[in-house]
T-cell receptor
Framework: DAGITQSPRHKVTETGTPVTLRCHQT?????MYWYRQDPGHGLRLIHY???????DKGEVSDGYSVSRSKTEDFLLTLESATSSQTSVYFC????????????FGSGTQLSVL | QKEVEQNSGPLSVPEGAIASLNCTYS??????FFWYRQYSGKSPELIMF????GDKEDGRFTAQLNKASQYVSLLIRDSQPSDSATYLC????????????FGSGTRLQVQP
């Protein structure tokens, strides 16, 4: 998994609770990404980071926030989880340089009841 | 219109045959093109990338790009049951947002 660890691997939570997913990388990559994957929608970008404290929104960012206080950690927070946020969440890393080969973590299966 | 479109499948081919997976994209300024393989319950794995018009071969895999037609394809020769997976097409354009846009994937089934 290209030195990427996601935690937790599985989580079940209740509607309205805050949830934080963690992505940890050991390869000192500058760029990190959070995608969600749902049937029929493929992978959709939630947020990404291009450095410590530098983040930007993706196409489905509503209801999510992120933080990156260290190069190796990128956190995704669901402020108040809803059932529509039940999904598989993937963290990815890449190196800039004209193309964007992404390498993915193992994913987090999140169920919001 | 989705930015990256793929037929969801399943595409079923017999073992040993050539599997042909297709992808169209809407942004004519797209610069780089990628194919990922995803086994059920696993994360996507990069298998091919192509930047220029034409063909690029790597082992049993060939990626084909036609920018004029906004079309990219993946050919898998001598298909094996282990190739059964979902194949995701992704494109990149540097708009300041340095991220890939993915299609929803094509499920391939290789029948023994």
């Amino acid at each position: 998994d290209a030195g990427i660890t996601q935690s937790p691997r599985h989580k079940v939570t209740e509607t309205g609770t805050p949830v934080t997913l963690r992505c940890h990388q050991t390869e000192n990559h500058r760029y990190m990404y959070w995608y969600r994957q749902d049937p029929g929608h493929g992978l959709r970008l939630i947020h990404y980071s291009y450095g410590v404290k530098d983040t930007d929104k993706g196409e489905v960012s509503d209801g999510y926030s992120v933080s990156r206080s260290k190069t190796e950690d990128f956190l995704l927070t669901l402020e108040s989880a809803t059932s529509s946020q039940t999904s598989v969440y993937f963290c990815a890393i890449s190196e800039p340089g004209g193309d964007e080969k992404l390498f993915f973590g193992s994913g987090t299966q999140l169920s919001v009841l | 219109q989705k930015e990256v479109e793929q037929n969801s499948g399943p595409l079923s081919v017999p073992e040993g045959a050539i599997a042909s997976l297709n992808c169209t994209y809407s942004d004519r300024g797209s610069q780089s093109f990628f194919w990922y393989r995803q086994y059920s319950g696993k994360s996507p794995e990069l298998i091919m990338f192509i930047y220029s018009n034409g063909d690029k071969e790597d082992g049993r895999f060939t990626a084909q790009l036609n920018k004029a037609s906004q079309y990219v394809s993946l050919l898998i020769r001598d298909s094996q049951p282990s190739d059964s997976a979902t194949y995701l097409c992704a494109v990149f354009r540097d708009t300041g947002r340095r991220a890939l846009t993915f299609g929803s994937g094509t499920r391939l089934q290789v029948q023994p």
